[in-house]
C-alpha cells in the first residue's frame, strides 16, 4: 500500500498514513506528545515548540505538527534534553504573562497548567514580566483577558478557518506580539465578530472565557472545534 | 535520635498554605515525636533561630521586612521550602506589580475610602516595588506549588525530608 | 530602436559602451556608492562638473559604484588615453582646479593616488587601460587590495552602474546570451552544481540543486526572487554590489529563470537603501528597453517579468519564508519548512530564493566554466566571498576575498590590524546572527564549516574587527537586544527567550550579574538556538554562546569583581581613567578637588587611593591616558602628573606631617591580627599600607636593607630621586607598618615560620632574575643582566662597565640601563629585534635615551656575544630581522635574514625580560603553574596554602609599578575579609564633598607636559631629568576634565 508507511516512535514500530503529521500518526496510536498552539482541525503553525521531536537523522529538532511522516523515519518524542526544553518552554509562558492561576476562570481547565504539572514544572526560574496587559471587557458574552494570552494563534485561525470571519489577529513583534481584534479594535465595536464563541472554545488557557464565570468555572470544548471541523469537512 | 528541627514561615500569603498543613490532621500526631517546631505562626517564637533543619515558606516576598526575614531564614536554615504559590510564583500578591506602591496605597488608602484618607505609615512595613516569589531574592531548595498545595502534598514533602530523601514532586502538584 | 534582438546588434551596444568607457578623451569616474556620498562625494562631482564647464573642458565626467576602499573615500578614477586608470583617494572639492590641471597636462596628481590599474579582468571581458605612472602602485600592491579576487565586484566602481552599455562593453549580458542561444537549461544547472556554488546569504545551501527543485516542480508559474534585504548592523556588501553593478544581478536572475521555467521575478530589497533601489529601478527600465529583459528576451521568445519591491526594514524578513509572507502583503512571520519554498512559495506556488551575491556569480560560472570557478576558495565552499570588515581595523571597506583564507590576513594584512596601536581581540562573523571568534584562532580559514565549528556562522559577510575597548559582555547584550527587537514574535523560545537573555544580559553589565545566572543564559541559549522556528531565533544565541565560550573570563569579572575591563559598562566604573587604573584611583576626585583648590583634600584623596603617588607619579605607564575621553576633543587630560604635582606638594613641604597625621587618624581600630608581609616592594608596600589602616599588625620582611624593591634598587635616580621615595616609605611607616630588613625567606625566614606566627601572609616579591637567553657568549668578561647593573649602581656599588655599551632589549629595564649607563660616560647602542612601535618601554623614555645620544638599532636580532682571547666582550653580532605573518600577539614577527650586523663594544647588557625567582615556594605547599609562577586564585589572589596570598611580579611575571600596587590593594582587600569575616574595605574612604557637575564648557587649554632637562646636561648626571607640572599648569590640567564621573540624575 503505497499510502501506508512505517515508522517508529520511540522504538516501537508504528503504521502511519502517508500524508500524516508526526503528531497525527503518534496521536492516532494513542501516544502523548505535548503541544499547546495545536488543535487539530486547524491549520498547524510549529509556534509552541513544545511538539519538538528528534528525527533520526536530521541534526536540528523538528515540530511533530507540521513535520510529515516519511517512510522508515525513527522518531524520538522524550529524552532528557526534550523535556529540558519543554519545561523550559513553560516556563517562558508562565514568565511572560501573569498567570494567576488560583484566581483564573479556566484554573483546573487550563492546557498550560495540566501540561506544567505533566512535565513537572514546579516553579519559574526565569524572573517574572509582569507586564500591563489588559482586559477587553467590551463585548455582550465574552472577555479577552492578555494576562493570560500565550499567543497560540488558535483563536486567530478558527476565526478565520472555520468561522470565516478572520476577526482576531496578531500585532506588534517580538515580546510586544498581542492579540488584536480586527484593527486593534474594541470587541464589541467588531464589525466581522458573529459572536460565535469558537474563539472561547479553543482557547487553551483563560484568556478569551465567557462572561459570568468565577475561578475553575470556564471549561472550554475545544473538541467541538475538531468535531464541527471535521463533519462539516472545513479543513481536511 | 534528636528530632528535626521545623520552621514555618507566614509572608505576604492568606495562610491557606499553613491552613493545608493543619489539614494532615491525625497525621500530625504521628509527625510530633519526630520534628520540633522551633518557629512559626504556630508557635511562641518571636526570633528566628539559628540552626533550623527546614524551613516552609508561605507567602511572596512583598515588603522590606518579609525581605529581611527571608534572608535570615536562608542564614540559618539548612533547606528551605517554598510552600505554595504565592511563595512559588508570587500569585496573587503579585497582581498589584503592575502598580507603583505609592499610586497603589493612595488608591486604597485615600481614594478609596470614605474616611482617614491616610496612607498608614507607622509600624507597617514599607511594600517592595514588587511583590516577587521567594527564590528570586534567596535560593530555595524545594518549590511545593499549590493554592494552598494539598495537605498530602505537604506531608509526602515532610515524610521525605525527614527520611533524609530529596521530594520528587514532578506530576504530583500543580499551580493554582 | 536599441532593443537587441541578435549578435550584431549586441555588439553594436557594445561598441558604443566600450566608447565611452574608454573614450578619446580623459574619463574621470567618481565612486558614488552610498559610502562614497556620505564622505562627500557629491560636492566633488559637483565641483569637477563646475570646473569641467568653467573651463570648457573635453573630460568625459560620469558616476561610478564603489572600488571598495571605504575609509580612502571619496575614491575618483582618473583614465587618460593610453595611460593606466589611477584611483585617487580623499579626494575633496578643493582638489578639483588642481586634477583638472595635472590631467589637463597628461599627468596625475602622485599625492593624491590610491592605486593604479593597468589593465582589468573584468572576468566577462578583459580591459587595456594603457601604461605608465610606474610610481603609482599597482592595485593589488596596496595592502588593502593584496589578496582580495574581485569576481563578484568585478565591475563595481569602474563602471557607470546607470549605463547599461557600459555593462555590455565589460561583457555584461554575453552569458545571458549563451545560454539562451545554446538553449539548454539542464547544462546550466550542471555547471552552478559543478561549480559547487553555495548560497552566500549565509546558510550555504547548494545554488545548483536549489535550482534543481524548481526546475523539477510541477505549478506555474514559477517564481524567482532576490534576497536583498540586508538588515545586518555593520553590513552592506548587498547594498554596494547593487549600486555599483546593478546589471550583474538582472542577468544572474533572468539565468536562473531561463533554466528553471520562473516567469516573474521579485527583487526584495530593504527601503532603507534608496540609492540601490533607485540604481535597480533604472537598470530594471533599460534591460527591458534593450530586450534583456521582460517579453522576447533577445528575440528569443523567453519572457522573464522582473519587479521590485522595497521591504519595511524587519530583519526577520531575510528569512525566506518571512519574506515570502511578507511579499504576499503578510505580516512577515516566518512558517515552518516543509514545506519548502521550491514546493510550496510565493502564493503557493513553486519559488526559489537567492542572495543577491549568488546571483552576481552566476554569469562567470557560465561564460568561464566551473573548472575555472573552482580555481578559487577551498574545496568545499569554492568561489569568492565579499566581506565588509568594519570596526577596530585601520582599513574598513568591502574586502573580496576567496573563501578558506585564514581570517588573520583580512584582520592585519588588508585590515591593517587595531588603530592607535591597540590590540585585537576577536572578530566578530555573521552578525548579530555570528559569533566573536577570539584572536587565538585567527588562523581559522573563513569558510561555512569553520565558522559554524567556532559557534559562528558566515552569514552575509559582515566582520566587524574589535579591541581591547569592546566589552565582550556588552557585545553579547547589543546583538541579543538587536534580535530581541527584530523577532517576530510567533515562537516561543525566540519571543520569550531572548526577552530573558536579554534581562540577564543586562543585569551582568549593570554589575548585578550572579554564576547562577550564567548557567541558566547558556541552557536558554541552547534551548532557543535549538528550539526556535526560524534562522532568527536558531542563530541569535549564537553571540551570547561564543562570547561565553571564548571570553568567560569577561563574564566572571563582570559577575565576580564587578569589572568591566575595557571600561564600557559604566555601572561598573566610575570613569574610564579610574576603570583602566590598576589602582583604580577615583581619578577625576582628586582633580575636582585641586580645581577647588583644596590641595589637602587632593592629597589625601590621592595618598588613600594609592600610597606611592609621588613615585608612580614619575614612573606610571599612565594607562589612563589611553582611555580618557577628553583625547577625543584634544588630548587626553595629564592626570599622572597632576597626581604628582599633588604629591610634591605636600612631601617634601611642612604640610606633610598634618597629613601624614591625618592618614594615620583613618586607621580602623585593632583587630588583633597579625599579618606578614614579604617584599617591601610596590606591591608589597601596598598590601601592608592597607592592611595597616584597616587595623592589623603588619610586618614587612626584604631581604635588602630598605623599602621600596625595584623603585629604590632598580629605577635609577634621575627617574626615581629617593628622597621623595624616603618620604612615601615615612607614611606608610606612619599608619602603622614595620619592616624586618636583610631577611630572605627560606634562608632567614621559613613559610612556615610565617605559617606560625601570622594570621595571613602576602608574598610579594619581585622579578630580580634575568631571563639568561641561549647566546653563544654571556659567558665573557664585560656581560651583565640589566637589573644587577642598575641595582649595582643604585647601591653606589662599583660596576665593571666599559665604554662602549650594547643593550639588548627593548623593555624599561634595556632604556634605564641605556640612560644610567649614558650617564657613567658610556657611548651607548640599544638592538631591539622588532620594530620602535612594538618597544614594551615607556615611549617617551625611548625618545629621551635617544635624546640623551643612545643609538636604537631595530630589527636586528642578536645571534653571538664576540669575545677576545683573554675572554673580554669586543663585539655583539646581530643578524638582521624583517618582518613575517602576524603571531598570536597581533605583531609581525621578525624572521631572520642573511644579514650579519657587528657592533663592537665591551659591555653587553642583557635586558630581555626578568623573572621570579620561584625556589622557595618549591616544597611548601604553594602550587606553581607551568610558566613558572605562582598560581592564584584570579579574584581572591589566594594561593593554594591556607592563609597565604600573592600578588605582583610573582603571579604576574615581570610588569609595572602600578599594576604590581594594584595587586597589593585587592590583596589587602580580601585578606581583609577572611579576616574579619566582612566587607569593610569602603569604610577607609571618608567622604570628600566635592562638585558634581560637568564643566558647562570644556576648557580650552591644551595638554600640559612635564618639561625635560637639557639632555646634553641632564646626561652629565644622575639628578632628576625631568620637572613637574607648575602649580597653574596642575591646575589647568585639573580644569580639563570632562567628569565622566557625574551621571544623569546625579
Known amino acids: ?236 | 535520635m534528636s528530632r528535626a528541627r521545623i520552621a514555618t514561615v507566614w509572608l505576604d500569603g492568606c495562610s491557606g498554605c499553613h491552613m493545608s498543613l493543619l489539614d494532615l490532621d491525625e497525621a500530625l500526631i504521628g509527625l510530633a515525636p519526630k520534628i520540633e517546631l522551633v518557629f512559626g505562626p504556630l508557635v511562641d517564637a518571636q526570633e528566628f533561630p539559628e540552626g533550623v533543619d527546614v524551613t516552609f515558606v508561605e507567602g511572596a516576598v512583598s515588603s522590606h521586612d518579609d525581605l529581611r526575614l527571608a534572608q535570615t531564614v536562608r542564614a540559618r536554615s539548612r533547606f528551605v521550602v517554598a510552600l505554595g504559590d504565592c511563595a512559588v510564583t508570587a500569585n496573587v500578591p503579585s497582581m498589584r506589580n503592575q502598580i507603583p506602591p505609592k499610586k497603589l496605597l493612595e488608591r486604597i488608602y485615600v481614594d478609596g475610602v470614605n474616611v482617614n484618607h491616610r496612607v498608614p505609615a507607622d509600624g507597617v512595613p514599607a511594600l517592595l516595588k514588587q511583590a516577587s516569589p521567594l527564590h528570586e531574592v534567596i535560593r530555595v531548595d524545594l518549590h511545593v506549588p499549590g493554592c494552598p498545595p494539598p495537605a498530602a502534598a505537604i506531608g509526602y514533602v515532610i515524610s521525605e525530608l525527614l527520611a533524609g530523601r530529596r521530594p520528587d514532586l514532578a506530576g504530583k502538584v500543580k499551580f493554582g | 530602436m536599441k532593443r537587441i534582438r541578435d549578435l550584431a546588434s549586441f555588439n553594436e551596444a557594445r561598441e558604443a559602451g566600450l566608447a565611452r568607457l574608454l573614450p578619446p578623451v580623459p574619463r574621470i569616474a567618481v565612486g558614488m556608492g552610498t559610502c562614497g556620498v556620505g564622505n562627500g562625494a557629491e560636492a566633488v562631482f559637483r565641483a569637477f562638473a563646475d570646473s569641467i564647464d568653467h573651463r570648457g573642458m573635453s573630460v568625459e565626467l560620469v558616476r561610478t559604484g564603489c572600488f571598495g576602499f571605504c575609509a580612502a573615500e571619496p575614491l575618483v578614477n582618473i583614465w587618460i588615453p593610453g595611460r593606466p586608470l589611477v584611483i585617487l583617494q580623499k579626494v575633496r572639492p578643493d582638489d578639483a582646479p588642481a586634477i583638472l590641471d595635472d590631467v589637463a597636462a597628461g599627468r596625475v596628481p602622485a599625492e593624491l593616488a590610491l592605486c593604479r590599474i593597468d589593465e582589468w579582468d573584468h572576468i566577462t571581458a578583459h580591459i587595456k587601460f594603457g601604461s605608465g605612472f610606474p610610481e603609482i602602485p599597482l592595485w593589488n600592491e596596496v595592502p588593502f587590495f593584496r589578496g582580495q579576487k574581485k569576481i563578484v565586484l568585478r565591475n563595481c566602481g569602474l563602471i557607470n552602474p546607470d549605463d547599461i552599455e557600459e555593462f555590455l562593453a565589460v561583457g555584461g549580458y554575453q552569458a545571458l546570451y549563451k545560454v539562451l542561444i545554446d538553449n539548454n537549461p539542464a547544462a546550466v544547472i550542471e555547471a552552478v552544481k559543478a561549480a559547487r556554488l553555495r548560497g552566500r546569504g549565509g546558510a550555504g545551501f547548494q545554488t545548483g540543486a536549489k535550482w534543481e527543485y524548481l526546475r523539477k516542480a510541477k505549478a506555474e508559474p514559477k517564481y524567482l526572487i532576490c534576497n536583498a534585504d540586508e538588515g545586518d548592523p555593520g553590513a552592506y556588501m548587498n547594498r554596494n554590489e547593487i549600486e555599483g553593478d546593478p546589471h550583474s544581478l538582472i542577468e544572474g536572475m533572468v539565468i536562473g529563470a531561463f533554466v528553471t521555467g520562473a516567469s516573474e521575478g521579485i527583487i526584495y530589497v530593504r527601503a532603507e537603501y534608496p540609492l540601490a533601489v533607485h540604481r535597480l529601478r533604472t537598470a530594471i527600465q533599460q534591460a527591458e528597453e534593450w530586450g534583456l529583459l521582460g517579453e522576447d528576451i533577445l528575440g528569443r521568445g523567453f519572457s522573464f517579468r522582473l519587479s521590485l519591491v522595497e521591504g519595511a526594514g524587519a530583519f526577520v524578513c531575510g528569512e525566506e519564508t518571512a519574506l515570502i509572507r511578507s511579499l504576499e502583503g503578510r505580516a512577515g512571520r516566518p512558517t515552518p519548512r516543509p514545506p519548502y519554498p521550491a514546493e510550496s512559495g510565493l502564493y503557493g506556488k513553486p519559488t526559489n530564493i537567492n542572495n543577491v551575491e549568488t546571483w552576481f556569480n552566476i554569469a562567470p560560472i557560465v561564460l568561464k566554466g566551473p573548472a575555472w570557478f573552482l580555481e578559487t576558495g577551498s574545496a568545499k565552499s569554492p568561489g569568492t566571498k565579499v566581506f565588509s570588515l568594519v570596526g577596530k581595523v585601520v582599513n574598513t571597506g568591502l574586502v573580496e576575498m576567496p573563501l578558506g583564507t585564514p581570517l588573520k590576513q583580512f584582520v592585519y594584512d588588508v585590515g591593517g590590524g587595531a588603530p592607535n596601536g591597540r590590540t585585537v581581540k576577536a572578530v566578530q562573523t555573521g552578525g548579530p546572527s555570528g559569533g566573536c571568534i577570539p584572536q587565538e584562532m585567527f588562523d581559522t580559514p573563513v569558510d561555512y564549516e569553520s565558522l559554524a565549528q567556532l559557534g559562528s556562522i558566515m552569514g552575509s559577510g559582515g566582520m566587524v574587527v574589535m579591541d581591547e575597548d569592546n566589552c565582550m559582555v556588552d557585545v553579547a547584550r547589543y546583538f541579543v537586544e538587536f534580535t530581541h527587537s527584530e523577532s517576530c514574535g510567533k515562537c516561543i523560545p525566540c519571543r520569550v527567550g531572548l526577552d530573558k537573555s536579554l534581562h540577564y544580559l543586562s543585569r551582568i553589565t549593570h554589575g548585578k550579574g550572579t554564576e547562577e545566572d550564567l548557567e541558566t543564559l547558556d541552557e536558554l541559549s541552547r534551548m532557543i538556538r535549538d528550539a526556535s522556528l526560524c534562522g532568527l531565533g536558531q542563530t541569535a544565541p549564537n553571540p551570547v554562546l561564543t562570547t561565553m565560550r571564548h571570553f568567560r573570563h569577561e563574564f566572571e569579572d563582570h559577575i565576580r569583581a564587578r569589572r568591566c575591563r575595557a571600561g564600557v559598562c559604566e555601572d561598573l566604573a566610575i570613569s574610564p581613567c579610574e576603570n583602566s587604573c590598576p589602582l583604580h584611583m577615583n581619578i577625576p576626585r582628586y582633580l575636582e578637588l585641586l580645581k577647588e583648590d583644596r590641595l589637602e583634600e587632593a592629597f589625601l584623596s590621592v595618598v588613600l587611593d594609592n600610597p606611592l603617588p609621588a613615585s608612580t607619579g614619575r614612573v606610571c605607564q599612565h594607562p589612563c591616558d589611553n582611555r580618557c575621553r577628553r583625547a577625543g576633543l584634544d588630548e587626553a587630560v595629564n592626570m599622572r602628573d597632576v597626581h604628582r604635582y599633588i604629591a610634591d606638594s605636600i612631601y617634601p613641604s611642612p604640610r606633610f606631617e598634618e597629613l601624614a597625621a591625618r592618614v594615620a587618624a583613618l586607621r580602623r581600630p585593632g583587630t588583633g591580627k597579625r599579618c606578614a608581609v614579604v617584599g617591601a616592594g610596590p606591591t608589597g608596600l601596598a598590601c601592608a599600607y592597607y592592611l595597616a589602616l584597616l587595623g592589623h599588625d603588619v610586618m614587612v620582611y626584604d631581604s635588602n636593607p630598605g623599602a621600596g624593591g625595584m623603585l629604590r634598587y632598580a629605577l635609577p635616580d634621575y627617574r626615581l630621586p629617593k628622597d621623595v621615595l624616603d618620604r612615601e616609605i615615612e607614611l606608610i611607616r606612619r599608619v602603622g607598618v614595620r619592616f624586618t630588613f636583610n631577611t630572605r625567606v627560606q634562608e632567614h625566614i621559613t613559610l612556615n615560620d610565617l605559617d606560625a606566627q601570622y594570621d595571613a601572609v602576602f608574598l610579594a616579591i619581585g622579578t630580580w632574575k634575568e631571563n639568561w637567553v641561549y647566546l653563544p657568549g654571556t659567558e665573557l668578561k664585560g656581560v651583565m643582566p640589566a637589573l644587577l647593573f642598575l641595582e649595582a649602581v643604585a647601591k653606589r656599588e662599583e660596576t665593571p662597565i666599559g665604554r662602549r655599551v650594547v643593550v639588548i632589549g627593548g623593555g624599561n629595564a634595556a632604556i634605564d640601563s641605556a640612560r644610567t649607563a649614558l650617564r657613567m660616560g658610556c657611548e651607548v647602542t640599544i638592538v631591539y629585534r622588532r620594530e620602535r612601535k612594538d618597544m614594551p618601554a615607556i615611549h617617551e623614555e625611548v625618545e629621551a635615551a635617544e635624546a640623551e645620544g643612545a643609538k636604537l638599532v631595530f630589527l636586528a636580532s642578536p645571534h653571538r656575544i664576540v669575545g677576545d682571547a683573554s675572554g673580554r666582550v669586543v663585539a655583539l653580532e646581530a643578524v638582521r630581522t624583517r618582518l613575517g605573518e602576524y603571531d598570536s600577539s597581533g605583531r609581525r614577527r621578525p624572521i631572520p635574514t642573511d644579514e650579519i650586523l657587528r657592533f663592537p663594544c665591551d659591555t653587553v647588557i642583557l635586558a630581555v625580560g626578568e623573572t621570579v625567582d620561584i625556589d622557595f615556594a618549591k616544597a611548601s605547599g604553594l602550587k606553581i603553574r607551568a610558566n613558572g609562577l605562582l598560581e592564584v586564585d584570579r579574584y581572591t589572589l589566594e594561593t593554594s596554602r591556607p592563609k597565604f596570598y600573592a600578588g605582583g611580579d610573582l603571579i604576574t611575571g615581570a610588569s609595572n609599578v602600578s599594576n604590581a600596587m594594584g595587586y597589593g590593594k585587592k590583596a589587602a582587600r580580601n585578606i581583609d575579609r577572611m579576616l574579619t569575616g566582612e566587607e569593610r574595605w569602603q569604610s577607609l574612604w571618608p567622604e570628600f564633598e566635592y562638585a558634581m557637575a560637568v564643566p558647562a564648557h570644556p576648557s580650552p587649554s591644551r595638554r600640559h607636559r612635564v618639561r625635560d632637562a637639557d639632555p646634553l646636561v641632564r646626561v652629565k648626571d644622575f639628578r632628576e631629568a625631568t620637572f613637574g607640572l607648575t602649580a597653574v599648569e596642575a591646575m589647568e590640567e585639573a580644569c580639563r576634565c570632562l567628569r565622566c564621573d557625574v551621571r544623569n540624575g546625579d
Open chain 1, 1 to 236: 500500500m503505497p499510502d501506508r508507511v512505517s515508522i517508529r516512535i520511540d522504538g516501537e514500530l508504528l503504521h502511519a498514513r502517508l500524508g500524516q503529521t508526526i503528531l497525527e500518526a503518534a496521536t492516532a496510536q494513542g501516544r502523548f506528545i505535548p503541544s499547546l498552539c495545536h488543535l487539530k482541525g486547524l491549520t498547524p503553525v510549529g509556534a509552541c515548540r513544545l511538539c519538538l521531536v528528534e528525527v533520526a537523522g536530521i541534526g536540528r529538532l523538528l515540530p511533530a505538527c507540521t513535520t510529515p511522516v516519511q517512510d522508515g523515519m525513527a522518531v524520538t518524542t522524550r529524552s532528557d534534553r526534550l523535556d529540558r526544553y519543554r519545561r523550559m518552554i513553560l516556563e517562558l509562558l508562565f514568565a511572560e504573562r501573569n498567570h494567576v492561576c488560583a484566581v483564573c476562570v479556566s484554573n483546573n481547565h487550563c492546557e498550560l497548567q495540566a501540561l506544567a504539572r505533566r512535565l513537572g514544572v514546579t516553579h519559574v526560574r526565569f524572573p517574572y514580566s509582569f507586564p500591563k496587559a489588559g482586559t477587553d471587557l467590551s463585548h455582550r458574552q465574552f472577555v479577552l483577558d492578555q494576562n493570560r494570552c500565550i499567543l497560540c494563534t488558535r483563536c486567530v485561525r478558527v476565526c478565520a478557518e472555520v468561522e470565516g470571519a478572520h476577526v482576531w489577529d496578531v500585532a506588534g513583534r517580538g515580546i510586544g506580539s498581542r492579540l488584536v481584534c480586527e484593527l486593534n479594535r474594541a470587541w464589541a465595536d467588531s464589525r466581522s465578530c458573529t459572536g460565535c464563541g469558537k474563539c472561547v472554545q479553543s482557547c487553551p488557557t483563560g484568556a478569551l472565557a465567557m462572561k459570568g464565570f468565577a475561578a475553575e468555572e470556564m471549561v472550554k470544548r475545544t473538541e467541538t472545534i475538531t468535531r464541527l471541523v471535521e463533519a462539516k469537512g472545513v479543513r481536511a
